[in-house]
């Protein structure tokens, strides 16, 4: 199965070059071309949003993979997340450190992840993390009670959203516990064919 994070993937060294501010960017590290569903130009110009994050912190020159982290605060204020009612739970599952504080690796990750080019079945492993709330490895009532309260902007009655997370776990758990694996989530979505469909971000 597909992991951002599978070492076996890192094992190409190459060098990108670029100019962003009149200075050059050099990465000299293993290849996220293989495992990622960018091409160099998208990864590079993901290095010059990550920079401008934090460029009192995010160097130019990755010679030596720098062990760099940008805070959640920073990462969450971004365009492309700081409408989303799950960008915290984003950046956290994406978060080698569980915090939000995301290394270049980490913020490449996720944009990968969550680009049209990624295939339905890696989009359902973060969204099943995403929606982990209390990160058990499960989602139960209370973790559908948020997913549904922010998917809804909390326009629901109390009782409407206990009634729904009742009925969608009753339909999709397959083993009685009264909560929902991943085998048991993965089931439910097959089901909602557009479920994932807004499941992206565009750089």
């Known amino acids: 199965m597909y992991s951002p994070k599978n070492e076996n993937y890192y094992?190409?060294?190459?060098i990108l070059p670029a100019i962003f501010t009149?200075?050059?960017?050099?990465?000299?590290?293993?290849?996220?071309?293989d495992c990622t569903f960018f091409t160099r130009k998208?990864?590079?110009r993901l290095h010059g949003r990550y920079h401008e994050l934090a460029p009192h912190l995010v160097p130019m020159d990755y010679t030596n993979d720098p062990d760099v982290?940008?805070?959640?605060?920073?990462?969450?204020?971004?365009?492309?997340?700081?409408?989303?009612?799950?960008?915290?739970?984003?950046?956290?599952?994406f978060s080698e450190d569980g915090k939000g504080n995301l290394s270049f690796n980490d913020f490449v990750d996720m944009f990968s992840v969550l680009s049209e080019m990624a295939p339905r079945e890696l989009k359902a492993?973060?969204?099943?993390?995403?929606?982990?709330?209390?990160?058990?490895?499960?989602?139960?009532?209370?973790?559908l009670e948020k997913t549904l309260n922010r998917l809804t902007k909390e326009e629901l009655t109390p009782e409407e959203v206990i009634l729904v997370c009742e009925?969608?776990?009753?339909?999709?758990?397959l083993d009685g516990d009264n909560k929902l694996s991943f085998?048991?989530?993965?089931?439910?979505?097959?089901?909602?064919?557009?479920?994932?469909?807004?499941?992206?971000?565009?750089?």
């Open 167 to 173: 009925k969608a776990i009753e339909e999709a758990d």
């Open 42 to 44: 998208e990864i590079l």
């Open 183 to 203: 085998a048991d989530f993965e089931n439910m979505i097959s089901r909602a064919p557009d479920f994932l469909s807004t499941f992206h971000i565009r750089i």
């Open 22 to 33: 009149g200075r050059k960017t050099v990465f000299v590290w293993s290849s996220m071309l």
């Open 69 to 93: 982290k940008v805070p959640l605060a920073l990462i969450v204020n971004m365009p492309e997340l700081k409408e989303n009612p799950f960008r915290n739970r984003i950046v956290e599952s």
């Open 11 to 14: 094992t190409i060294q190459i």
């Open 125 to 143: 492993i973060y969204a099943f993390k995403i929606y982990d709330f209390n990160v058990d490895n499960y989602i139960c009532k209370e973790d």
